[in-house]
């Protein structure tokens, strides 16, 4: 055992793997829970896109989640998984004529709708089932959230939503659709947002649009603010579990909702970033003029974080307790980007050294590929090595 790690257990198997904590994800989720049960309405759904393995969407059911998603494939493992329909909610620019039909047969419980053209089909394929679909409109915000800037999605220049000055003509329009019922609000501002600030920004705007709608006598039953709470990964040991109880205070004390109205949530990094470690091997360790490479078996394949947006993940030689020495940690992937950390210390590494990569649990296996004809790792969670 080295830190969290089994690793006397890890021999056998072939690296690079994911390594899921599921005592971690048990005490995340049971926060999330007690957290969010201290404000009456508040409903939390789990975003499946940051993490669809089968074993970890398992706990989240167990734990009395719902589920959010943003494409058919996501609604077809939320059922699988078991997530009730009754608690799918089911957003996206780009939802194709099968993949509504897959929401409207299964009754999930909101399309949330980011245009009106897409609100057209919808109504039409509702209408040939004879059924009513229920519609949460996306609006974006134009709430600048402070992070990457491939990852903020509530600017007016951002794909999402729907701009919130044509609002009130889009609900009147809505109010003659025979087969839409207008049920909710959704927003979603970004990602790795640690700035309770930004929050409260989008609280703000939605209480202003709320009074708008109220105007002309327009109401929802429900809110959706969507995720983005960030995670330190700078520190997984120090703060395995994020800060939801300011998190969910902000909302209790920013937003103004309605009597009877839910607020709605889709936490998806915050839930199971912490819990996951990439686990890889040392292939060599190579010693250039100006500085030393440790060249491992994982890749941008197996985490794209790092090469798509400089992102940070702590890194641990599990294997070596010997002197710290500076490295940077690389992939076997013909492209340069294929680096985790560059100028990072490590205790010295050898041949075959297990090196993990902390704070995988999110956007790490869901977006996994095969470039280079690689095979995507395998999942473990942490209770199969008892
Ligand atoms: N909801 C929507 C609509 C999203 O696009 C995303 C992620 O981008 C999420 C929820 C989950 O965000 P996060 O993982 O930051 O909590």
Request: net charge negative.
């Amino acid at each position: 055992m080295k830190g969290l790690f089994p690793i006397e257990k890890f021999g056998h198997i072939r690296t690079p793997f994911y390594y899921y904590d599921t005592e971690l994800l048990r005490k995340t989720l049971d926060t999330i829970k007690e957290e969010a049960q201290k404000h009456e309405g508040f409903c939390v759904h789990y975003a499946i896109k940051a993490n669809a393995n089968p074993k970890v969407l398992r706990y989240i059911r167990e734990a009395g989640f719902g589920a959010d998603c943003v494409s058919g494939g996501e609604v077809e493992a939320s059922l699988r998984a078991g997530f009730p329909a009754s608690k799918i909610v089911y957003a996206g620019v780009g939802k194709s004529d099968w993949e509504i039909n897959l929401g409207l047969d299964n009754d999930i419980f909101c399309f949330n709708v980011e245009s009106i053209p897409e609100l057209n089909v919808i109504n039409e394929l509702a209408h040939q089932k004879g059924k009513i679909a229920r519609v949460a409109f996306r609006l974006n915000p134009n709430v600048g959230a402070h992070t990457h800037a491939n990852i903020t999605t509530g600017l007016a220049e951002n794909k999402f939503g729907i701009d919130m000055r044509d609002m009130v003509k889009v609900m009147e329009e809505t109010a003659n659709m025979e087969n839409i019922k207008v049920v909710g609000l959704h927003f979603h501002i970004g990602s790795q947002i640690l700035d309770m600030g930004d929050f409260e920004a989008l609280c703000n705007r939605i209480n202003d649009l709320q009074l708008e709608l109220e105007r002309h006598h327009l109401t929802v039953e429900h809110i959706n603010v969507g995720g983005g709470l960030g995670i330190d990964y700078q520190h997984p040991n120090r703060v395995p579990i994020p800060d939801f109880k300011s998190y969910f205070n902000t909302f209790a004390k920013k937003l103004k909702l309605r009597p009877g109205q839910t607020l709605h949530f889709e936490l998806g990094r915050s839930v199971v970033a912490q819990c996951g470690t990439l686990i890889t091997r040392t292939l060599y360790v190579k010693e250039g003029y100006v500085k030393k490479f440790a060249i491992v078996d994982a890749g941008f394949t197996d985490l794209i974080r790092p090469a798509l947006y400089q992102a940070y993940h702590k890194i641990e030689n599990l294997s070596s307790d010997e002197a710290s020495e500076s490295y940077d940690v690389v992939g076997p992937i013909c492209e340069s980007t294929d680096v985790f950390a560059k100028q990072i210390d490590l205790n010295k590494v050898h041949r075959d050294d297990l090196i993990a990569i902390r704070s995988a649990g999110a956007y790490g296996e869901i977006m996994a590929s095969s470039y280079n004809c690689r095979t995507l790792p395998q999942g473990y969670t942490s209770d199969e090595f008892v």
